[in-house]
């Protein structure tokens, strides 16, 4: 077997070039799909648990997600998350829209009730914070 001799800044050039050109086959892959990804993960629910506890359990999890510093993640999110938020904003403009037209018709209903309850005493905000926050436990999107 050949000796591998590539230096660490050639692997991730080298990775960075060819995922880069390999863009189009990812479209088509993402074409040929035929089955909701999610659908098929939730069918192995219990998979995905059983992992989580094992991560957790063994202390992988932990390990992994100790070992980012806060310098590496400032440096990541700065260098990479900013810069991916406005595609993410954009893209998901109507999702966000959906979700906005249900949750303030919720808090419209719910606004109503809790203006229709008394609100002379102490006791009586509590009744209506309470009402307020039970009462958005209760929504749920529905997509």
Do not use: C, Y
């Not at 990804?37 to 939730?42: D, E, I, L, S, V």
């Not at 829209?97 to 009586?124: G, N, R, S």
């Amino acid at each position: 077997m050949a000796r591998i001799n590539i230096t660490p800044e050639q692997f991730a050039e080298k990775h960075a070039r060819r995922l880069t050109g390999a863009l189009e086959d990812m479209r088509r892959g993402v074409e040929a799909v035929t089955e909701a990804p999610g659908k098929r993960a939730a069918a192995k629910a219990d998979k995905m648990r059983a992992g989580i506890v094992r991560s957790l359990d063994d202390g992988t999890w932990a390990r992994r997600v100790g070992a980012v510093t806060l310098e590496e993640w400032k440096r990541s999110m700065l260098d990479k998350g900013l810069n991916r938020v406005a595609a993410g904003v954009e893209g998901s403009r109507d999702k966000v829209q959906a979700f906005a037209t249900q949750l303030l018709a919720h808090e419209a209903t719910l606004q109503d009730t809790v203006t229709k309850m008394p609100d002379l005493t102490l006791e009586d905000s509590v009744a209506r914070m309470t009402a307020w926050v039970r009462g958005m436990a209760k929504f749920e999107f529905k997509r």
